[in-house]
């Protein structure tokens, strides 16, 4: 047990004293911050034809619940699926190998970290909900049981298996990290909208919002006419030019049932864990010790020959960036797994074949998020491998190393996207052809800015599934390829953010590279 305690806390303490968790810490204040918009705002987040709720402590409470159970089983993932990895890659692991503690145990451990982690935030998210109802509300009394219930039957059990999915992953697919992401993206997307547009019994529901948003559509419905429906839109939701109206809600009385079935999710977790148990490599390393005696062993006994040093070729010094940019460009395509290049051939393929509208707002991000581990290590590559003193002493490494890694990522990128290029040139579409190479340009400085700054992968990986969720679901703020907004306004905005994100890259590694 104190072995356990062990891993568990010092894996957490490990964590939260991240800079990276403290970037997400201040992500999580602002997004928390939106969960509930000020009377006055121009946008919702739960909103049930017109309608929004009042602004009581039920409203509160379930809303910033609902909405922390959904966004965070998104972010939550990336955020916490690397507890093994690390292990390996410091050696902690073999060191946690040569203890007592069982295969079930270590990977409870790691999935109670990561739960732990969650909670932080769902901590940090509930305490700003709670100001924003002094702040905010219509002058309704401050009730903590209608904070404390969502959050402990809706978020807590949602988060403890997306906990102990991410040690699932972890131990499934190993150190292929692109794979675990991409799987995680298509598997969310699958169960947020089976939750959304089925009517199942709501204890199926992971993420324990539907039996609410359900409560509140009956609500609604009940003062609307007859010949009109309740829509339910979650998310951030622009109100436009519509009349905000509002409706009483006093909570939801949870049927046994599905308190039961929440519990009953949570114990999925543990399951997954058990399964697992019994494959977990346990940091064995013992093959990899016969590879390394192998391969020195045909060493010992190779004879080998007489070097004649005439017959070496002469050196050539090249102080062009065209052989780093193909260098680059050779290290972007033989990152990750060989068979994730059927997935980007098809998505090259739809971009050719399906219609204009949905290749562009659906396939093409769908495209470009397969490539997040590439562009995800664009500039962290070199510390992650401990050759950054070697990378940042070569020749120019400003205009020549870290260019030529944009320019090879932003050629990969468009080369993935050229048939809808090519296919809006055809129609002589020039300023769309035109946003979706910004596009491509503008995510790569993204990945390269969140890169150097955190100087690690996770922040840029979350924003990016963020961005491509939101594009898929036409919102139209984190459209950075031209699917949703055109014109010339729209393509100077996007320049100008490009432009500032690459001055921004080129002054801070200047000045990392000055320390």
């Known amino acids: 047990m104190k072995t356990f305690y062990t891993i568990v806390k010092s894996d957490y303490l490990q964590r939260t004293r991240s800079y990276a968790f403290l970037v997400t810490i201040c992500i999580s204040l602002a997004f928390a911050y939106t969960l509930v918009p000020e009377p006055n705002a121009s946008y919702s987040t739960i909103r049930i034809s017109n309608y929004v709720g009042y602004y009581n402590s039920a409203w509160f409470g379930y809303v910033t619940a609902i909405m922390t159970s959904v966004f965070l089983s998104i972010t939550g993932f990336y955020l916490v699926n690397s507890g093994i990895k690390k292990d390996l890659d410091t050696n902690i692991g073999q ?230 940019i193909k260098t680059e460009a050779k290290l972007l395509f033989r990152s990750g797994r060989k068979w994730m290049w059927i997935f980007n051939l098809l998505g090259f393929l739809l971009l050719v074949f399906v219609s204009l509208k949905s290749a562009h707002q659906f396939v093409l991000p769908i495209l470009w998020f397969l490539q997040v581990g590439r562009l995800s ?52 579409d020039l300023l769309t052809a035109i946003s979706i190479i910004l596009g491509g340009v503008f995510i790569v400085s993204f990945a390269s800015l969140l890169g150097i700054l955190t100087k690690g992968k996770k922040l840029f990986e979350i924003l990016f599934f963020l961005i491509t969720y939101a594009n898929i679901n036409a919102v139209w703020i984190a459209d950075y390829f031209g699917a949703l907004s055109q014109g010339s306004t729209y393509l100077f905005g996007l320049l100008s953010g490009v432009c500032i994100m690459l001055i921004t890259i080129f002054s801070i590694r200047k000045f990392q590279l000055n320390q």
Do not use: C
């Open 95 to 324: 060191i946690i190998a040569s203890t007592p503690i069982k295969n079930f145990s270590y990977l409870l451990a790691k999935a109670v970290s990561n739960f732990a982690v969650l909670m932080t935030i769902i901590l940090v998210v509930f305490f700003v909900s709670i100001l924003l109802f002094v702040l905010y509300n219509d002058g309704y009394s401050f009730e903590p049981i209608q904070f404390i219930k969502p959050y402990l039957i809706i978020t807590v059990p949602t988060m403890f298996f997306v906990s102990a999915l991410a040690v699932f992953f972890e131990v499934i697919f190993r150190r292929h990290s692109i794979i675990q992401n991409i799987i995680y993206f298509f598997a969310f997307m699958v169960l947020l909208v089976s939750t959304t547009n089925s009517e199942a019994n709501f204890n199926y529901d992971v993420f324990g919002g539907k039996i609410v948003t359900s409560q509140m559509e009956k609500s609604v419905q009940e003062t609307l006419p007859k010949d009109k429906e309740a829509s339910l839109a979650i998310g951030f939701v622009i109100n436009g030019n519509r009349e905000t109206k509002k409706f009483l809600f006093n909570g939801v009385d949870f049927p046994t049932t599905f308190l039961i079935s929440r519990l009953i999710w949570m114990l999925s977790g543990l399951v997954l864990l058990i399964v697992i148990s019994p494959i977990f490599h346990r940091f064995d390393i013992k093959r990899r010790i016969l590879l390394k005696k192998s391969k020195k062993e045909d060493f010992e006994y190779k004879e080998l020959k007489d070097i004649v040093l005439s017959d070496i070729p002469a050196p050539k010094i090249n102080y062009g960036i065209l052989s780093l």
């Open 377 to 428: 290590s664009l500039t962290t590559k070199e510390t992650e491998n401990n050759v950054h003193y070697f990378a940042f002493s070569s020749y120019k490494p400003l205009s020549r190393l870290l260019l030529s890694q944009i320019i090879a990522a932003v050629g990969l990128m468009l080369v993935l996207a050229s048939p809808l290029i090519i296919r809006y040139l055809l129609q002589a």
